[in-house]
């Protein structure tokens, strides 16, 4: 499917899980251009989780003017998710990392532009919400640049060239848009060996990494274990034994997606009779690992397990050469209040309409708690722009 955007340039638009697989390898590339290495590997992991089965991906390409950088003709991306119900689609869009680094892919200068004519293609298109979080990336623009609200703003305003859009703006009335930014914390540094790494988190949070780590060892015999070797079986029954345990279905496919990664990792930790108590799954990407989540054996709360396998795990990635761990599943811990802070940005526009209406107000039942667009719908301190 091909549509103009409405600055003229042709946009693609690629439906579905199969067809962005086929670009797995051009989308990898085009991350790498944009300065976002590794951000676009692993894409069939991500595509294939129970949550995101349940909804339709849509891979938006913008064509690159002559002599602009680009991969097979395109310079940038947007990958977003449709929801979808019992009666089927919802023409609501968001993206699905709260990161903010696996959904858009342009230079750090073009992300906000991009995210709106993502924003406003969609939105002629049909759609009723679209929300799409991006990563503001590091690099600092010249005093006089406009500002991610400005540079939407301009984005938002153009008139369209086209006749038969403009006509349609008309027809679909007002529209509504907010911008936020917020400052997360993003990831831990890995220093060349663990003190190295532990020396820039608190007193406390780095007492209790050798505490905990000490105390099992000596009462339990904890030993870690880089590479766990387990059967379905085994790491199913391990799942239901954790605290918080999950459903099977998502168990199975946390072992079963490994498979699916090109540097998976599977390590933790067991007592001295051979007893599992925790395991940590995630990827590997250059120096960059990430923690995708985190079992805990349930009972053993004394000895702080997530403690005990994050400090082994630390120790481990330094020998390895890490330079970040992302920490994107697990329980919350202490550790984080050290992740360097990075500012991600969240783009939401809606089209002025009883759909919409009755989406916002009943935003607690359609939507679950933790989900990012009823989160926007029923926070009544969020700032609209009208458009």
Known sequence: MSIVHPQTEPL???????????LQPMLSRLAALTGQPGDAADMEYFLSSPKALKKTPYLLLTKAYANEPSVEGYSEAVLLFEYRVSIGATRVFATSDPSG?????AAPAERATLAARAVRTLLQSGAHIVHIAYHKGDLELP???LSETEQVAVAFGDPSPDAALRRSQRMAGKRDWSLVEQIIPSYLPIEPTFDETIARLGHLTRRNLRYYRRRTEKEIGCVFVPEVQIGLDDFLAFSRACTYAVPDEIAAWRYRALSLIETPFLCGVHD???RWLSMIGGRRSRTVTEIDWQMNLDGLEKYSLTTVAR???IEHEASLGSTRLYLEGGTP???TNQ???ETVVELTAKRRSLYTHLLTRFAPRVFPPDNYVGQI????SYSWHLW
């Open 339 to 341: 992740f360097v802070r």
């Open 311 to 313: 400090a082994c795990m």
């Open 272 to 274: 001295s009779s051979g």
């Open 377 to 380: 719908l029923r926070d009544a």
């Open 143 to 145: 005093s006089e640049s």
């Open 333 to 335: 811990h202490s550790i």
């Open 101 to 105: 680094r696996r959904n858009l892919f």
């Open 12 to 22: 693609r638009i690629v439906r579905g899980r199969t067809a962005i697989l086929a």
